[in-house]
């Protein structure tokens, strides 16, 4: 998982730390971002994988709760943000 330099400023500033960002790249849902890109959401299903009943994980997951990553075609993360609007598939 590679961050581009505007990624790792926004995740400083949103409070988004890179374990929460890699789990976010292992287990989060893959939606369709404009010009090739991908987003990477943080949803509940996404947090019951990744927390597999565990219970403290699982509740530190969710105060991340629709963070989402925006995945460049290269592969790399172009930026970090929390959702605030629904999005569409």
Not at 34 to 42: I, Q, T
Not at 59 to 80: F, M, N
């Amino acid at each position: 998982m590679q961050l581009t330099d505007h990624a790792r400023r926004r995740s400083s500033q949103r409070n988004i730390p890179t374990n929460i960002i890699a789990t976010i790249c292992a287990y989060g849902a893959e939606l369709k971002a404009p010009g090739g890109a991908r987003k990477v959401l943080l949803d509940r299903g996404s947090i019951e994988l990744a927390a597999d009943g565990n219970a403290r994980k699982r509740s530190e997951l969710e105060r991340y709760l629709q963070a989402y990553l925006v995945i460049g075609d290269d592969g790399r993360v172009i930026t970090v943000a929390r959702q605030r609007r629904r999005f569409f598939k």
